[in-house]
């Protein structure tokens, strides 16, 4: 499967804090904010525009969603 979407860069603390919060919760990874999102990461929030699935053994044709 493919994605195609727009990535916008998370500068705000809330959002930051909500990204290390989906951090914990699905890869168990603890992160602490601090400033504003400078390095050693960056996070951005992704807006979906079109998924692409491919054909598996009992499947004829691709198929495209868009969002």
Not at 52 to 58: E, I, K, M, V, Y
Request: charged fraction near 25%.
């Amino acid at each position: 499967m493919s994605l195609e979407a727009v990535p916008a860069r998370l500068m705000e603390r809330s959002d930051l804090e909500r990204a290390s919060a989906a951090f914990r919760e699905v890869y168990d990874w603890p992160t602490t904010v601090l400033g504003s999102g400078g390095p050693p990461f960056r996070a951005h929030d992704l807006t979906s525009l079109r998924a692409h699935a491919f054909p598996t053994n009992d499947q004829i044709e691709p198929t495209r969603f868009t969002f």
